[in-house]
């Protein structure tokens, strides 16, 4: 407790000052309540009360349990840019604990949409989430909402929370743009950028590349086949320089190479998709990279609408969509850090739940 406390009690609370509940107590029992697996302020409440012996233990609850109407009335009042810093705060202590001195490796940037959590009439505008996700750490390393400017000025905000040296940049072709690119160069990071028709002379520019680096035979990886869930799919690289002249006309910040990856899944047609490089990286480490990439799909976006039911929950009012979206991935977090690696995310959360030993192990070994 004491070292959430470290992390969260620079937080301003939102209520009045006759408040009655600590607000660094509440956080606390909101986030063991989700390592568990609530998804609700009313399943928080209810966890409040019935672990109440357990958390007076370790918290003071001079005013008993708080109710889902408080639980409610301080996540929908909580400033998710202050919360953010402090879940920052909580991710740098732990990164110092586990003597991870900053991220390294791929870093992939990419949103979520909170499908349920729109206000009346919007259904058709869901809030979105943009996470920067490590592949090396399988963590959120940063979340932002995307508002004025959408996911791509959301992505140029996380940009500018992360310590970049050495790490390299993913993201869909959304971001594939010259502010972006030259916020991660400015950053020490490097960059692989998805591109599709939104550039149709930098994808031109790819696609003349590749094809003559295909009739040199310059830079081509060895296909790779694998059989997956029951699919077979095979896949090979191309990777060609850019020439300078060509960077130069460009105008695209730190352009040093183009990529193609082609696929096959089954009987479906063939694939090819398109990438700026500002490192001319071999088609193996190419490919290596794309795949890392999509862990933020795999690993953080899958397991939040499976495991804490993201895509349902209807936390529609304020803050409340955002600041529980930070909770529920500062959870995942922590149980994915646990080192009992035989255990899925789901087990882990029952088992966090049924066993209180586990559920505190859990939170040990972040300090």
Not at 12 to 27: S, V
Not at 120 to 148: F, I, K
Request: charge should be positive; aromatic fraction near 6%.
């Amino acid at each position: 407790m004491e070292g959430f406390s470290a992390c969260f009690s620079d937080l301003p609370d939102p209520r009045g000052p006759n408040a009655m509940h600590d607000l660094t107590e509440l956080l606390f029992i909101a986030l063991l309540a989700t390592l568990c697996g609530a998804t609700t302020c009313c399943d928080f409440a209810l966890f409040a009360r019935t672990k109440e012996d357990l958390l007076r233990s370790v918290l003071g609850l001079r005013h008993g349990t708080p109710s889902h109407d408080t639980f409610s009335r301080v996540f929908r009042l909580l400033d998710p840019q202050a919360f953010e810093r402090s879940f920052q705060r909580f991710m740098g202590a732990f990164a110092g604990q586990m003597k991870i001195e900053r991220a390294k490796g791929v870093i992939a940037l990419d949103g979520k949409a909170l499908r349920r959590a729109y206000e009346r009439g919007r259904s058709h505008m869901p809030p979105l989430m943009v996470t920067a996700w490590g592949a090396h750490t399988r963590m959120a390393l940063a979340n932002v909402l995307a508002e004025e400017g959408g996911e791509a000025a959301a992505g140029l905000r996380i940009i500018e929370l992360l310590k970049l040296r050495d790490c390299i940049v993913t993201a869909d072709a959304l971001h594939c743009r010259r502010d972006t690119a030259e916020a991660i160069l400015a950053a020490k990071g490097n960059y692989v950028l998805a591109l599709k028709n939104n550039q149709p002379r930098l994808l031109a520019a790819a696609r003349n590349a590749i094809a003559e680096a295909r009739r040199m035979k310059d830079k081509r990886s060895p296909l790779h086949k694998e059989l997956s869930h029951g699919r077979r799919e095979s896949r090979v690289a191309f990777v060609a320089a850019a020439k300078t002249k060509e960077a130069s006309e460009l105008n695209f910040p730190g352009l040093k190479a183009f990529a193609m990856i082609r696929g096959k899944r089954d009987k479906d047609k063939t694939v090819e998709r398109y990438y700026l490089l500002s490192q001319d990286h071999p088609p193996a480490r190419l490919m290596e990279i794309v795949r890392d990439h999509w862990g933020i799909e795999n690993r953080l976006h899958w397991t939040l609408d499976v495991v804490l039911d993201e895509d349902g929950t209807r936390n529609r009012k304020d803050n409340a969509p955002v600041n529980l979206a930070i909770l529920r991935r500062l959870a995942l977090n922590i149980a994915r850090a646990h080192p009992d690696k035989k255990t899925s995310m789901r087990g882990k959360l029952k088992r966090a739940g049924w066993d209180q030993t586990f559920m505190f192990d859990m939170l040990v070994n972040m300090r």
